[in-house]
């Protein structure tokens, strides 16, 4: 049954009020949770990152695969998950409770390949068509399942197979409650504690059969296990002790696993399993406040790293970007083979065109070869230029490195330190479009001139010719702005001041333009102020709704569990049996 959008089946009517404690809106918030986790991105490396995309996943598991599932479907049955090592015995003991051969059991390994979710028949009409634990499973109906609970018997968790795995790890996260099957030998592995810690941080009950201890050792071992349970905070787990019976094939005599199944009758009926199902609903929820903050801690600290770093590269940059401008400025670029290739020209008499009233005397063939005298001039100049525009971003690089890498370097920037880099390989040819580009704005300007002055001027250097000087004037030459300024006016002293400003705003920008990788990475909706916002909200929601739930059910309000409290003393565990935490065979 969806409770956000259709009221009660008939199987659900008469439900105890501590299921309807969980209200459409909690559904709502889980839902809405779920979207929010799922869109958290962690792009810095920054410390306890890895930790936390774990938690991520897992809290999406434990989201898709028990949660929202059971949220949506109260009226399911309890599902008790059967899991543990590799040769534990638990599809023995999953079938010798069932008094049949329902799930294959034999010594070869791994031996349960197909999950089972045994329920009763009478429960046919509440079982979850589209919940993880069904459909990764073969559903049977069996007289001997209690009504009101599923009993789920889910492949190896250390299983050779990877999917067997990770098929076991998550029908785990969909269980309400999971009897965890280990041995005499085996449990102090560190598989049987480790998967009990994940089952007590998330909220789930929790049930343990040790199976075949020897006899002559039975009080000792039960004694160590009990003492173990306490130290990991989980005194009241119910315990069962299967006693090692030797050789042995098929079911267990009934004897063996009656404590088993008198208490899995004592979970089974309509209320009873529910108080289970909300019980353990109750500590999955309780737990998730805890999570929900960790990862947005882990969030708010690509927030601020991200700040971070951007606040070094800025900081980086304007000294690079003004050292540039300033060479600039100062003529640096026209100096060495570009001086001495003018000084050359001028010894030539090349920029000797005779003026009269202000207009140049030239013949189209004395401009074609002026034109063509000035023209390694002018590469020489847009060779400069590059090397320049490269110059910069070399020194842009080295100051980026030691922002981010150095002395006083923010979280994360040794993470991003490589975006610098990264297009070093390229810069040639950015400088070159860089110039060809500056070239093409004195083009520009050449042909933008009218009326007879600038005809002739363009006739007795050739358009190029008359470009290159403007261009060499803007470089710091004086006397290729006045011999540019003899034949064309008044307005080449503002285009040579043009191309000098521009030339100066192209070269400070490429510190810019080195760092805009790292800007770039740094960007966007993860490390927006509010990238955390979001999950903060929906924290302050569950817990609200929590305390809200609590309290119909009579509990009243409190705190939920922090991670430590979760992981370490205050797992929750399923009802016992009336005789106390442990069954012996």
């Known amino acids: 049954m969806d409770v956000t959008q259709r009221p009660p089946s008939g199987a659900d009517r008469g439900a105890p009020e501590a299921a309807e404690a969980f209200t459409p809106t909690l559904y709502d918030v889980v839902r809405d949770l779920r979207r929010d986790v799922a869109a958290v991105r962690l792009p810095l490396d920054l410390p306890g990152r890895a930790d936390a995309l774990g938690s991520r996943e897992r809290l999406l598991g434990q989201l898709d695969q028990h949660l929202l599932p059971r949220l949506k479907e109260l009226s399911a049955p309890a599902v008790v998950v059967v899991a543990g090592s590799t040769g534990a ?5 999953y079938n010798s409770v069932l008094g049949a051969e329902v799930s294959p059991a034999g010594v070869l390994r791994p031996t349960t390949r197909e999950p089972v979710y045994a329920h009763h028949p009478a429960d046919a009409d509440v079982v979850p068509a ?136 004592l979970l089974a009926g309509r209320e009873r399993s529910r108080s289970v199902v909300v019980r353990t609903l109750q500590g999955s929820l309780d737990a998730l406040p805890a999570w929900v903050a960790r990862l947005a801690e882990a969030v708010e600290a690509q927030v601020a790293a991200g700040a971070e770093i951007r606040s070094a590269v800025r900081a980086a940059l304007p000294d690079v970007a003004a050292a540039a401008r300033r060479g600039v400025l100062a003529g640096g670029v026209a100096h060495g083979s570009v001086a001495s290739g003018w000084a050359q020209l001028a010894h030539a008499r090349v920029d000797a065109v005779k003026v009269k009233d202000g207009v140049a005397r030239s013949s189209k ?49 040794s993470d991003v330190a490589p975006l610098v880099s990264e297009g070093a390989l390229d810069r040639p040819s950015r400088a070159r479009a860089a110039a060809s580009a500056w070239e093409d704005e004195a083009t520009s300007a050449v042909r933008e001139l009218t009326g007879t002055r600038a005809t002739a001027a363009r006739q007795a250097y050739g358009d190029r010719g008359l470009g290159a000087l403007l261009l060499l004037g803007a470089a710091g030459l004086d006397d290729a702005a006045r011999a540019a300024a003899r034949v064309v006016g008044d307005d080449a002293g503002t285009i040579v001041e043009r191309l000098r400003g521009s030339l100066a705003d192209r070269v400070a920008a490429v510190p810019g333009a080195i760092a805009e990788g790292v800007l770039a990475r740094v960007d966007g909706s993860p490390f927006a102020d509010d990238a955390a916002s979001g999950l903060r909200l929906r924290r302050a929601e569950l817990v609200r709704q929590t305390r809200h739930a609590r309290a119909m059910r009579g509990g009243g309000a409190r705190t939920p569990s922090g991670p430590a409290a979760v992981g370490r003393g205050t797992g929750r565990t399923a009802a016992a049996p009336t005789h106390g935490t442990e069954g012996a065979a």
């Open 89 to 93: 015995g638990k599809s023995t003991l």
């Open 365 to 413: 063939r004395a401009g074609r070869k002026r034109e063509a005298a000035i023209e390694p001039v002018l590469a020489d100049l847009l060779a400069s230029v590059g090397h320049t525009w490269e110059s910069t971003a070399d020194a842009a690089d080295a100051a980026l490195q030691a922002a981010l890498t150095g002395d006083g370097a923010p979280e994360g920037g």
């Open 130 to 265: 589209e919940a993880p634990v069904t459909t990764q499973s073969r559903v049977v109906a069996s007289e001997a399942v209690p009504r009101g609970i599923a009993l789920l018997d889910a492949p190896d968790l250390d299983s050779l197979e990877e999917s067997n795995r990770d098929t076991a790890r998550l029908l785990l996260e969909g269980a309400d409650l999971w009897l965890f099957v280990t041995t005499a030998a085996r449990y102090g592995d560190a598989l049987p504690w480790q998967t009990l810690e994940l089952a007590t941080e998330r909220g789930a009950s929790v049930a343990m059969v040790l199976n075949r201890v020897p006899r002559d050792t039975l009080p000792t071992i039960r004694a160590d296990l009990m003492a173990r349970l306490r130290e990991h905070g989980m005194e009241s787990t119910p315990l069962f002790v299967v006693p090692d019976l030797g050789p042995h094939e098929g079911l267990l005599d009934d004897p063996v696993v009656a404590p088993v199944r008198r208490w899995l009758t």
